[in-house]
């Protein structure tokens, strides 16, 4: 119950929601109750939370000695099969160590290979996912988080899978007094208008992928090391890639100092691990019940297809290069 009224008291504050009390008794005694003039937009987003049951597939562990490749295999299977009612909706946890993710637009840089090169040379495995978006830094201290919902028959609106994700992130930090704010950080790698900060830094991005009545909602969570470090990284690379010529597509100028980790922001020690107990939680805070599982039998040779799809088309990007 505590949990559930500091969710609501961030949201309230947030939204800027007008709030009044009731009191009534009961056998207990005096009880005062909060309410809120909930808007509309905001019930719905709450909604996609509260599934009567969602499945947990954790490989925030497991996924740290695979190719990221698979992760995207993964979400495409989840989309089609959640969105088919073949399976419910479905959270999944991944974290994968050394890996710099880039966007497709990353691979119109003049100078992709020079950038690559070095991205390599640092201890980095490259890959190109198959979706939007601009390079991003995985590691150890990186959870990712994707909630997979099905489509109803008049669709989710993409803000609505934005707002979900990012109340469920208020929501697992609840306790402590900072804003976690959804906004554009532009000087940020893989700037977007649902970036979560405090304090105007940049700690996560969010963001979706629809298939096959399926809505995947991914959030990559910088919980510790350095978010400047990552970010200066990100910058080195667009720097060889591009150097100085002129691009159609307009790359962002990175500043360092617009990123950090949440353990960096809150000045707290924080794992993985803890955030995946929050993220759990909070989770169960908002659904009817939750439960370890993994893909089933009847998915996985749907999640073979999607893979080697996403292997294939990774492998004549990059190999093209060279």
Known sequence: MQQSIRFFFSLVKYYQFPIFIVSCYNDFGLI?????????EMEEALDLLKQDEWRIIDQSVSALYISALQSFGMDDT???SVGSR???PTARSWVHDQTIVL???DTKLPYLQDGIDFLSEQGYHVIVRNSGGLAVVLDEGVLNITLVFPENEKGIDINRGYDAMWMLIK??????????EAKEIVR?????SYDLSINDQKFAGISQRRLRKGVAVQIYLCVNGSGS???????????????????????????????????????????????????????KNQSGRIFAGQLTAEEIPMFESYYMRVAERNEKIIG???
């Open 103 to 105: 966007g497709i637009q």
């Open 188 to 192: 940020s790698y893989c700037p977007g």
């Open 229 to 283: 470090d990552r970010a200066a990284l990100i910058e080195k690379f667009y720097h060889l890639a591009r150097k100085q010529e002129e691009t159609r597509f307009s790359y962002p100028s990175i500043d360092p100092g617009v990123m950090a980790s949440l353990a960096e922001l809150l000045d707290i020690e924080l794992s993985v691990q803890d955030v995946m107990l929050r993220f759990l939680k909070a989770l």
């Open 32 to 40: 005062t109750i909060l309410k809120s003039e909930l808007s509309i």
């Open 78 to 80: 989840l989309c089609a």
């Open 171 to 180: 929501e697992m930090f609840s306790e402590f007094p900072l804003d976690i």
């Open 86 to 88: 073949m399976a419910p």
């Open 320 to 322: 093209d290069l060279k």
